[in-house]
Each structure stands twice: as C-alpha cells, then as structure tokens.
C-alpha cells in the first residue's frame, strides 16, 4: 500500500508523513519534482508538457503500487497535487480535471493507494524560500482548489481519501497516529 499525503503548501504533510514514517516504521519517498521541473525547464502557467509530466508521474506510481504491491511507503504529494495545481495554474480546466479522474477511475489506479488530505495552516509565518512555487503560500485558492478537486474524486465514486485538520499541536499528532491506526486495520 502507498499512503500519499496531499494537501496545500504549509499545511504540515511533511512534517506529519515524517512522523507516521518514523512512528509506523514505514518508509518515506518525496520525488524531487521542483527539481526536475526546472532541469527539464518547464514552464509553470498555461503548460500542457509541465501537467503531463507531473500526471504522467503519478499515473505510474499508481500502475505500480497496483500491479507490483510490495513493501508499504509513504509518498509526499501525489495524484491530487497534479490537478489541483494543474487548475490554479491554468494547465487544465475542470472539465479535463474531471476526465484525468475518470482514467484513475477506469484502470483502479486508487486499489493500492491510500490518500491522507492534510488541511491546516503552519503558524509559523517565517520565509522558508523552498521553491519556485513559494508566492502561493497562505493563497486560500490552493485549500479551496484541493477541496474542490476532493469532492470531484468523491462525484466520480473514489472515497479513500482521509482527511486531517493540522493544528501544528501535539493533539493533532495523536490525532494524526489515531487516524493512521484506523487506516492500517480498515
């Protein structure tokens, strides 16, 4: 099983998958993606080639963790990120948001996929200048985007996606642990 936290920019899913990693002993990956992204020189508005490389990315994560199931991991980021930034950056509308969800749908790409929606926002207003994509930070399109995208997935009849309010406390660490016990023995 592949457990992909999802969720906007500082709402704590590393922090958070980093804690269920080392609490559950379940490995953790974060694909380098603002990486590549600039190494390949992709543009971030209006581009096709940066939503299918991104979708193109997750799709086989998903054939994979289907057809080859082996050792669990966490994944930071996965399918949900891919539309909801695919639509605030004008990649793609709704419409094809909807039909990329309908291919997930079609092949089961969710069979050994479990998605964990982290919501809250990271106290700590400080500069971090992580990314390219920093600008969007505290931006309430990108939670009501996810929201938007969650419930699109929810429409097409895909409910495994677990969801969290981060509080940045210890409560919603055990919270966190509590939900993640729930997911393993469901």
Same mark, same amino acid.
């Given at each position: 099983?592949?457990?992909? !936290? @999802?969720?906007?920019?500082?709402? *704590?899913?590393? !922090?958070?998958? @980093?804690?269920?990693?080392?609490? %559950?002993? #379940?490995?953790?990956?974060?694909?380098? %993606?603002?990486?590549?992204?600039?190494?390949?020189?992709?543009?971030? $508005?209006?581009?096709? @080639?940066?939503?299918?490389?991104?979708?193109?990315?997750?799709?086989?994560?998903?054939?994979?963790? /289907?057809?080859?199931?082996?050792?669990?991991? #966490?994944?930071?980021?996965?399918?949900?990120?891919?539309?909801?930034?695919?639509?605030?950056?004008?990649?793609?509308? $709704?419409?094809?948001?909807?039909?990329?969800?309908?291919?997930?749908?079609?092949?089961?790409?969710?069979?050994? #996929?479990? =998605?964990?929606?982290?919501?809250?926002?990271?106290?700590?207003?400080? &500069?971090?200048?992580?990314?390219?994509?920093?600008? =969007?930070? *505290?931006?309430?399109? @990108?939670? &009501?985007?996810? $929201? /938007?995208? #969650?419930?699109?997935?929810?429409?097409?009849?895909?409910?495994? =996606?677990?969801?969290?309010?981060?509080? !940045?406390?210890?409560?919603?660490?055990?919270?966190?642990?509590?939900? !993640? &016990? &729930?997911?393993? %023995?469901?």
């Amino acid at each position: 099983m592949v457990y992909v !936290f @999802e969720g906007p920019r500082n709402s *704590g899913k590393t !922090f958070l998958s @980093e804690y269920i990693s080392d609490s %559950f002993s #379940i490995p953790r990956f974060q694909f380098k %993606f603002a990486n590549f992204f600039v190494d390949l020189n992709l543009k971030s $508005e209006d581009s096709k @080639e940066a939503h299918a490389f991104s979708l193109g990315k997750e799709f086989m994560l998903m054939q994979l963790a /289907k057809d080859i199931p082996r050792e669990s991991f #966490i994944h930071d980021r996965g399918i949900l990120t891919v539309l909801v930034w695919g639509l605030l950056e004008g990649r793609i509308t $709704e419409d094809e948001a909807r039909d990329q969800i309908e291919i997930v749908k079609k092949y089961s790409l969710l069979d050994e #996929i479990t =998605i964990i929606y982290i919501n809250g926002e990271n106290p700590d207003k400080s &500069d971090r200048s992580k990314d390219q994509w920093d600008h =969007i930070d *505290g931006d309430a399109r @990108e939670r &009501d985007t996810y $929201e /938007k995208v #969650i419930s699109m997935f929810q429409e097409a009849g895909l409910h495994k =996606i677990w969801a969290i309010t981060n509080k !940045f406390d210890n409560q919603s660490m055990s919270n966190m642990s509590s939900m !993640f &016990d &729930d997911i393993l %023995f469901n």
